[in-house]
């Protein structure tokens, strides 16, 4: 079974400022994709960031960056110079045919 | 660009009752996807459709859900004799399974389901 973890179910970070998301997975795939998605309050969910399993170079999308470590199954997100509109439900998802969704970790940026 | 729409946006229902949502995907989307999502949860996977046919069916979906797209274009969700335990956000996502090999999904608005 694929599973997909994050331990974080709430953090803060300061305005301009940079945080870090953790997420763990675990499928037998050698082949799958991950991603990180965004939810707003009362908005629909987006996607921020993919990745490639077979790719080694870590995915970033402006100021949105991940730390992919297959060995591991890691696949943290970095959001450097945090802005308010980052504020959000963070969603770390594992896909080979279908995804699976973590959790989720709660974002809030603070003026 | 339209993106996905669902339709009813809430839903209030007393127990027993049946009801169902509609999602319109992204016109050249070939697949849609349902999900089910709890307050303060990532989203559940229910089932998937590629064009019309229905692939894959979540244990989640018991006998009392189910789900068509029966021309390839919207789907719909019907529950049958709701429980209050089916009061959840339901999501609609399509994505075009083709030439990138990764599915990146865009997702509708949600429809909130409130059994009482």
């Known amino acids: 079974a694929q599973t997909v973890t994050q331990s974080q179910p709430e953090m803060s970070v300061q305005e301009a400022e940079t945080v870090t998301l953790s997420c763990t997975y675990d499928?037998?795939?050698?082949?799958?994709?991950l991603f990180w998605y965004k939810q707003p309050p009362s908005r629909q969910m987006i996607l921020v960031i993919r990745?490639?399993?077979?790719?080694?170079q870590n995915a970033t999308e402006n100021r949105f960056s991940v730390n992919f470590q297959k060995a591991a199954k890691s696949f943290s997100l970095k959001i450097s110079d945090s802005q308010l509109g980052d504020t959000a439900m963070y969603f770390c998802?594992?896909?080979?045919?279908?995804?699976?969704f973590g959790p989720g970790t709660s974002l809030s940026v603070i003026p | 660009d339209t993106g996905v729409s669902q339709d009813p946006r809430h839903k209030i229902t007393k127990r027993g009752q049946n009801v169902t949502f509609r999602c319109d995907p992204i016109?050249?989307?070939?697949?849609l996807y349902w999900y089910r999502q709890t307050l303060g949860q990532g989203p559940e996977f229910l089932t998937y459709?590629?064009?019309?046919?229905?692939?894959?069916k979540s244990r989640l979906l018991s006998d009392r859900f189910s789900a068509e797209r029966p021309k390839g274009s919207f789907s719909t969700l019907e529950i049958q004799r709701t429980e209050q335990g089916d009061s959840a956000m339901y999501l609609c996502?399509?994505?075009?399974?083709?030439?990138?090999?990764?599915?990146?999904?865009?997702f509708g608005p949600g429809t909130r389901l409130t059994v009482l």
């Open positions: 459709f590629q064009n019309e046919a229905q692939l894959e």
């Open positions: 016109s050249e989307h070939n697949r």
């Open positions: 990745q490639e399993a077979y790719k080694q």
């Open positions: 996502a399509s994505s075009f399974s083709g030439l990138a090999p990764y599915n990146e999904q865009f």
């Open positions: 998802a594992l896909e080979n045919d279908k995804v699976i």
């Open positions: 499928t037998s795939e050698n082949n799958y994709y």
